[in-house]
């Protein structure tokens, strides 16, 4: 192992509360796949909101009235879902390859839920996100103004979209086999699945939809609000990372049997 | 905890059922624990499904855990009463070796010969 990866999975350990573990080859390997995963999702949003901003912009002077803006914006949603959900695959795939490499395998004896792992504030958080996103494009739909209905029926296609691919990457990251060889991989296993539930339900494109796409011919509640979301939703998530365990004592706590 | 080593001489099956038995029995696994599914479990530690199944079908012979259709598998309450009998068991064979006059030593080894040889959770074969 190189000692540039010693030292950050050296530092990894710490931060988490096992400072004891000496780092491994396949946490190593593990950490990294995480670490371009993560830069390849900031990209992949990046771009994104970049093109969809530059399609929103370009439509507006034809009045919303065709129906290209709309299907362009879609596939821009489907496509950056469908590109997440491979990343995703990829990092598990990763994960079985450096797994099935270990000659002694270890798994903890009881099977962890979503409750264990996710926790029921992060699930709450993540639900009222939803739901206040999922209301103000539904309250804007009635407005006479075309390309604000149709920028809300784009948010509704893309909460949609990353409501489902939400619910089935954490139930991969779930449902995806223990890679651990010793206790203490078994310990760091397990905070990577919550480090990874937590990233699942930490909004983006949730608080990126309404801001880019309820944007009208002119100003009006609807932005104020879509900026609200935003406001209360980052305040909301700070608190509950202050009040919830790190993910070093859930983790913990997830693996106590008893 | 479950460890698996593919080194080991044990088969991977009985080295699952006996740590499996051995955390029942000691209540690190607490009766109505639901435990992985078989599937889960074999991709965690990298076995054929049906070595888990083996396992698993044993400890549900041993009346150790129980299979409660597609909710899944749970320790068995069962495992209080069949702790209960080996106890039983073991007043009987106090009072026996008593009875014939072996002394304590020789008693314990006697035991510790015949677990070795139908294999108790935790003692490999």
Known sequence: MRQADHTEVKQWLTQRGLADVEPTPLLATRLAVRRHAKVADSLLLAAFLIGAALTHALSLPAGGTSWLPLLVLAALVVGLLVAQWLLGGWVRRADQRAGGELPRRVAHPVELGWRAVLGRPHAMFAIATFAGALLLALSVLPIADATLRNGAVVVLIGLAGTGVGIVLQLRQVLASPAVAEDEASLTADVIMRVEDARALVTPSLVWSLPAIFLYGESLGWWNAVSVALVVAGVIALCLVQFKTADVGTTARRAMATR | ?125
């Open chain 2, 1 to 125: 905890m479950i460890v698996i080593d593919a080194g080991s001489p044990t088969p991977p099956y009985e080295q699952l059922r006996a740590q499996l038995a051995r955390q029942i029995q000691d209540r690190s696994l607490a009766v109505g624990t639901r435990l992985p599914t078989i599937r889960r479990l074999a991709a965690d530690l990298s076995l054929a499904v049906n070595t888990v199944g083996r396992a698993y079908r044993e400890l549900e012979e041993a009346g150790l855990i129980e299979t409660r259709g597609r909710a899944g598998s749970f320790v068995s309450a069962a495992g209080e009463p069949a702790l209960e009998q080996a106890r039983r068991a073991a007043r009987d064979y106090a009072a026996f070796i008593a009875s014939v006059g072996i002394d304590h030593t020789e008693a314990i080894r006697i035991v510790e010969a015949a677990l070795a040889v139908t294999g108790s959770p935790g003692t490999d074969r």
